[in-house]
């Protein structure tokens, strides 16, 4: 009871809780569920650009990739880790996500047809991904906050390059300001239901709002950046391809159309375009490294070996 309070007291002041902090065991679950989904996410989320570095256009935005992708090798490392402070296991979350027992996000099941989608990458799914990422900056267990502020650093200089590229494009021949306008049109609306079911289908929300796991539900994200993409599109020169898109002076939002949650839950449920092909790639990139995995242990263990003599 006494550990309870102490928790209650934690969370309501805005501290962080820590590793060894007593939780209570919903927390754990949740933390680990949205945690390694996050991971998972990171991980899977180097497919879709990773298939463009053969092909970039130019040694210089050969490098810009590369180093991009290697990132997010890095997010998703900083979260399995994060993970591993609640007691999850690593071994064991990995074979969870190529069993498809765990999530990842929906955006990464889509297909990248040209090389305007690695732009539109960077400035619309890192743009979600720092809209919702932010916050979690200040989520309320400490070795997952710590973790986003690096992310987050990182994650804006991915959408910052994303949209420098299209600017690029956008200047080029009309060819090119086609394919860009081409891959808005196919990304704009799986961008949205990046942040989750509408918040009356959200089941996680209360319980994760009262925990301070998440500080804004999945709606006001989604306005959010909304709100924030449209005068960048302007800009850009792209149309986004919403017809009941406008400015609700009343609201002080932009209104926007329906989203197809139908597709949306068909792709969480595992039949998007490019579900089985991610997870396979996965699958076998997973095997492939097991005598990496085993060279490592093998080698620690003569270490400790060497170390006890
Ligand atoms: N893709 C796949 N599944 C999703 C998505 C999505 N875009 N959005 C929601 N879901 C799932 C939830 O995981 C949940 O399923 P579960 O209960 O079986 O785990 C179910 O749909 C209902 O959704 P919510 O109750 O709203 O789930 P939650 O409170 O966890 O909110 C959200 C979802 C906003 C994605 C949250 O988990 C979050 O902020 N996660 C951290 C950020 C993240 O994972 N980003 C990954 C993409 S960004 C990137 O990698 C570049």
């Given at each position: 009871m006494e550990l309870e309070h102490e928790f209650e007291r934690v969370v309501a002041a805005d501290h962080r809780v820590e590793p060894r902090d007593w939780m209570p065991d919903g927390y754990r679950r949740t933390l680990i569920r949205q945690i390694a989904q996050h991971a998972h996410s990171e991980i899977i989320g180097m497919q879709p650009e990773g298939n463009w570095i053969s092909r970039a256009p130019s040694l210089r935005r050969k490098a810009i990739l590369l180093a991009k992708v290697q990132d997010e090798a890095g997010h998703g490392l900083y979260l399995y880790a994060a993970a591993e402070t609640l007691g999850a296991d690593r071994e064991d979350l990995t074979a969870k996500l190529v069993e498809g027992r765990q999530k990842y996000s929906s955006?990464?099941?889509?297909?990248?047809?040209?090389?305007?989608d690695v732009g539109v990458i960077g400035w619309l799914v890192d743009g979600a991904a720092i809209v919702n990422q932010v916050p979690l900056c200040r989520t309320s267990y400490g070795p997952y906050a710590r973790a986003m502020i690096r992310v987050c650093k990182e994650e804006s200089f991915h959408q910052r390059q994303g949209y420098e590229l299209l600017l690029t494009m956008m200047r080029g021949t009309q060819a090119q300001r086609d394919m860009v306008q081409r891959s808005v049109d196919r990304w704009w609306w799986p961008s949205l239901m990046m942040?989750?079911?509408?918040d009356t289908e959200s089941t996680n929300t209360e319980q994760s709002m009262k925990w301070r796991i998440?500080?804004?539900?999945n709606d006001e994200l989604r306005q959010k950046f909304v709100d924030m993409t449209v005068p960048q599109a302007e800009k850009l020169g792209v149309t986004l391809?919403?017809?009941?898109l406008r400015w609700n002076a009343e609201r002080g939002h932009h209104d926007f159309g329906e989203i197809d949650w139908a597709e949306f839950w068909q792709v969480v449920g595992?039949?998007?375009?490019c579900n089985a092909q991610r997870i396979a790639h996965r699958r076998k990139a997973h095997e492939d490294g097991a005598w990496v995995r085993e060279a490592a242990a093998a080698y620690a263990a003569k270490k400790s070996g060497e170390e006890q003599v």
């Open positions: 955006i990464f099941n889509y297909p990248t047809l040209t090389f305007a942040f989750g079911p509408p998440k500080r804004h539900t391809p919403d017809p009941d595992g039949d998007g375009p």
